[in-house]
């Protein structure tokens, strides 16, 4: 079946640091690909998302690219700020979002000033 | 606009209980959604509603859970019996028939469950 394979945490890292979280994922056919943020306290909110391959997801920062030649959708920051303390979920879904998300099993992430 | 609500945001019972979880998705959204995340694993998905109808509940572990939509407005999850290993966080989450171009699922804070 699908499934997504995301890198293990805990990860922590200073304040203006280089942030990659690896990604990668299994699926038949062609999936959406998305990364969703769960900050503390709250529900899970979607941070980017790309609809096919090649494409570039981007928000407040963030990028991740989908690489169908190695199924894999990492996701990255240049300067990763303590406000970016949350948890992060790799997930897929086809039909452009109408079906299931499979999610990978997130990793947390800390960011100390 | 009100999103995802969910209660209640913690549940504490006793193995063998029965426990009811509430979901209010967006107004006007006909897909709601419920998933689990048990001891830190992977989101995983649950069942499936397209209005009052279950689209797809291939993720429902066993008959001890039981999910309904009436009117497809809001949607309860019952336990019953509760087990320990259904202890965890219970997500739901919405999105429209139809978005443009792409069905954006909005999720809710969770219900925290633990089973003693």
């Known amino acids: 079946g699908d499934s997504v394979t995301q890198m293990e945490g805990p990860v922590t890292l200073s304040e203006e640091a280089f942030l990659t979280i690896n990604c990668t994922y299994t699926?038949?056919?062609?999936?959406?690909l998305f990364w969703y943020v769960q900050y503390p306290g709250e529900g899970l909110q979607l941070l980017l998302k790309?609809?096919?391959?090649?494409d570039k997801g981007s928000n407040k920062g963030f990028e991740a690219t989908y690489r169908k030649e190695t199924t894999s959708f990492h996701l990255e920051k240049g300067s990763v700020q303590v406000s970016d303390s949350a948890v992060y979920f790799c997930?897929?879904?086809?039909?452009?979002?109408?079906?299931?998300?499979?999610f990978g099993t997130g990793t947390r992430l800390t960011i100390i000033p | 606009e009100a999103g995802v609500t969910q209660f209640p945001s913690h549940s504490v019972i006793e193995k063998g209980q029965t426990v009811t979880l509430r979901c209010d998705p967006i107004?006007?959204?006909?897909?709601l959604y419920w998933y689990r995340r048990v001891m830190g694993k992977e989101i995983k998905f649950l069942l499936h509603?397209?209005?009052?109808?279950?689209?797809?509940e291939s993720g429902m572990p066993n008959n001890r859970f039981l999910a309904e939509r009436t009117g497809g407005t809001y949607s309860t999850l019952k336990v019953q019996p509760a087990e320990l290993e259904d202890s965890g966080v219970y997500f739901c989450?919405?999105?429209?028939?139809?978005?443009?171009?792409?069905?954006?699922?909005?999720f809710g804070p969770g219900t925290r469950l633990t089973v003693l």
């Open positions: 107004s006007g959204h006909d897909n």
């Open positions: 699926a038949t056919g062609y999936p959406s």
């Open positions: 790309a609809t096919k391959a090649d």
């Open positions: 989450a919405s999105s429209p028939l139809r978005g443009d171009p792409y069905n954006e699922q909005f």
């Open positions: 997930a897929l879904s086809f039909n452009f979002g109408n079906e299931k998300l499979t």
């Open positions: 509603f397209v209005k009052e109808s279950k689209q797809d």
